[in-house]
């Protein structure tokens, strides 16, 4: 009997996967042991693990993006520290060669059986399955900024389009508002939007401009950072720095046409209005259009897995990993890394009928550069 193959499902927050042999479905379905959707991080990590472990054509991995980009450096791309070729690698270079990548996305899952459905109509099934899709960026969810992010002086690290119009709108600047956002939904690599904000306050330093700049944090969390530990640091250097913070506010809307930016306080419910000459937004994310309210999804939208081992709460042959997930730690590359092993682990021992042993302590990392040394 033909050995059944495994599709994996990845994390789409980081590009990371790319398969030496790629395959288009020339029917309607196809199987395999187990099936990785996404080709980012958690993805990329868990398919190369276990196509080691269970040999070539055993894993599938659904990814339609032909590009991997490496999104940590994203932030030193808008520093202009780094170029944005760097961090962009072709998806069949970083794909491990034993997986089948499926240049295809899902759209639907049918955890009951054993299987996924393509945007173009293929079934793909699976002994196991491994979500590891991201999560999305939500621009349209704050009026007027979809339609003014990578012009008007509005730019986002987050995003390929926009990162490169950041290095040149802060090399523009001259004097006047520069302005930092933070979003109310959790976000990747929460990290990132105090990061850009340091590095631009040291280059205008070093332009000799910083003090005809007003550099201000419009934040819809209460505090700087979520470690007290961290936090009162932080709090430090932005003081040292001469930056203006303002908590639990958050961009509702963006005038570009007169530069204006719209912040609702989340507590008063009250509107500020406030004139920008640039604006670093990290825009509203949520977990992907596809997981949400789909049998995987706990109630605000989340792959629902087990903290610890990662296996879902439901389906006991589904597992998660990622910025798709609701497992409490920071979404995070450096997470992704903590979880992969434990993934491979218990899902290994899983398939074997033993106990998962593997555990996921909640620890993670996040960098926050606060001066461009290089």
Known sequence: LEQPRLVVIADSSMHTTAVRRSIGLASNSSSYRVVVVGGGAGGQAVSWALSRKLGKGAVGVIEPATVHYYQPMWTFVGAGAKRFEE????????????????????????PEK??????????ISYDYLVVALGIQLD???VKGLAEAVGKNCVSSNYCPDTVEMTWKYLQDLKGGNAIFTFPNTPIKCAGAPQKIMYLADD????????????ISYYSALPVIFGAKKYAA??????KRKGINLNFRNHLVEVKADSKEAIFENLDTKESKT???DFMHVTPPMSPPDVVKGSPLSDCGGWVDVDKETLQHKKYSNVFGIGDCTNVPTSKTAAAVAGQAGVLRKNLLAYMKGLAM???VFGRTMRLVSVYRIF
């Open 203 to 214: 280059l205008l330093r070093k332009k000799g401009i910083r003090k005809d700049v007003d």
């Open 274 to 276: 406030v004139k920008y």
């Open 357 to 359: 042993t593997g555990k």
């Open 139 to 141: 621009f349209g969810k």
């Open 233 to 238: 640091t932080l709090g430090e250097v932005a």
């Open 114 to 123: 054993n299987c996924v459905v393509t945007q173009d109509g293929k079934t």
């Open 87 to 110: 961090s962009r690698r072709n998806m069949a270079d970083v794909m491990a060669s034993r997986v089948d990548w499926i240049k295809a996305a899902v759209a639907e899952f049918r």
